[in-house]
């Protein structure tokens, strides 16, 4: 086995068709996911207004119930697709999610629009583990960073239906109406992924592979074992924090401190999602099916990079009162927050045994959502209403708060600089995998 690559077992590929409707597919789903999850962000104040909540109360309501389920149910459900059929997992888990987005619309009060947002998070938690285990079997190991990249492509998709059209849709008629466009198309979608898309053979491209089934400590001693994983785990985590944590507050920030109407705000930040995400997210998945690129320490590389160079502009951005350069920099941060989804993804799949995957991504999205959903909001909401002191929290005591958050990047970068140490050598080990490996 070389040092960069891994064979595949050419009789066992899918056709170019199946593949990359499985993978079109998939970004679809992943863009639905994210549009689902942080359409909230995008309708925060008005939510915040109409309820009667601080900043820290609001952010709590928005984010942890949805982070709380969606890595409560995380764990056990990609535990359970390890071992069973992923494809009806996934149509399950997106019908699921979607409906409760749809029920966020339809609340009347505190209560209900809680019990919605709990419904997103335990049904996303479906979603990404077995979408990405499924791609795995469509692409070899060394095009799988590349392949991984492309379905990240929904993120920023995602991103500009929940910014730019669900600000529209709220601007228009209410931040009710909003939830309801993005949570009905995802039912369709449902059915689709039930009705056209083949459960594939599980590990059916990897040089070895063993139908033994570890169990949930085997998984996670393997994870802790594997120093590579740990890093790229920390190092997504830690992104996230930075990157979806900024973003999160993003719209409030633009509302209080330059005067903008739900709608003007979505569309600040919304263009640029879709725009600046997409081309740095197909620039790296072109980028990474080059033939240098099969070696996993330059993709890690690249990545520490990117997001060190790139918190820089993250800081500018929250610290000047101009909104000319505000946007300026939200241009180079806000494609940042996308081009390391893909690559992380694919470096995890790799790093896992084929019986393993489910788990390993399920373990990094507990962790990123964890730090994006829960600490973020709430760290940054508590900031804010102590920043404000006796008064009420305006875009002074916000943009303190964005400005303690923005230089974590730094600490993401050094997550995956560590990564290339070992990557190499756990790649070996996780394609290797068998029954009788010894911890």
């Not at 730090?371 to 804010?384: C, K, M």
Request: contains cysteine.
């Amino acid at each position: 086995m070389s040092t960069t690559a891994i064979d595949l077992p050419q009789s066992k590929a899918p056709s170019s068709i199946e593949r990359w409707y499985v993978l079109i597919l998939t970004c679809l789903i992943y863009a639905i996911n994210i549009a689902d999850r942080y359409v909230v962000s995008t309708v925060l104040e008005p939510i915040r207004l109409e309820l009667k909540l601080t900043d820290k109360g609001v952010a709590w309501l928005t984010g942890a119930p949805l982070a709380i389920f969606y890595v409560s149910f995380g764990i056990l459900i990609s535990w359970f697709a390890d071992r069973t059929n992923r494809r009806n997992i996934l149509a399950a888990s997106l019908i699921i999610w979607s409906a409760f987005t749809a029920l966020c619309g339809l609340s009347r009060n505190y209560w209900e629009f809680l019990l919605g947002r709990i419904g997103v998070g335990a049904g996303e938690a479906g979603g990404t583990p077995p979408s990405t285990a499924i791609v795995s079997d469509c692409f070899p190991p060394d095009r799988r960073p590349m392949a991984m990249t492309v379905l990240a492509l929904g993120a920023p998709i995602g991103a500009w239906l929940g910014a730019n059209m669900a600000g529209a849709v709220a601007h228009a008629y209410s931040w009710r109406a909003a939830f309801l466009v993005l949570g009905v198309p995802g039912l369709i979608v449902g059915v689709i992924v039930y009705l056209t898309v083949r459960e594939p053979q599980r590990g059916r491209l990897d040089a070895i592979v063993d139908e033994l089934k570890p169990s949930l400590a085997e998984s996670m001693r393997f994870l802790w074992k594997q120093k590579a994983a740990y890093h790229v785990v920390m190092g997504g985590g830690v992104c996230a924090l930075w990157g979806w944590g900024l973003i999160y507050w993003t719209p409030t920030f633009l509302q209080r401190a330059y005067n903008l109407d739900v709608g003007q705000a979505g569309a600040v930040t919304g263009n640029i999602h879709l725009v600046g995400g997409s081309l740095a997210t197909v620039g790296t998945a072109w980028l990474l099916s080059r033939p240098s690129m099969a070696d996993p320490r330059r993709v890690v590389w690249l990545l520490a990079a990117g997001i060190g160079l790139t918190t820089i502009p993250s800081v500018i951005a929250y610290w000047t009162h101009s909104l000319w350069l505000c946007k300026l920099m939200f241009c180079i941060f806000i494609p940042a927050i996308y081009f390391y989804i893909g690559p992380c993804f694919g470096l995890l799949n790799n790093l896992a045994p084929c019986h393993m995957r489910n788990m390993f991504i399920a373990v990094s999205l507990l962790v990123a959502n964890a730090f994006n959903l829960i600490v973020a909001p709430w760290v940054v909401g508590a900031l804010s209403d102590w920043f404000a002191g006796t008064h009420a929290t305006d875009a002074a005591s916000l943009r303190l708060a964005l400005l303690c958050l923005a230089p974590t990047g730094f600490w993401a970068a050094y997550h995956l600089y560590l990564a290339s140490r070992t990557i190499i050598e756990d790649q070996k080990r996780a394609i290797g995998y068998t029954s009788s490996w010894a911890p």
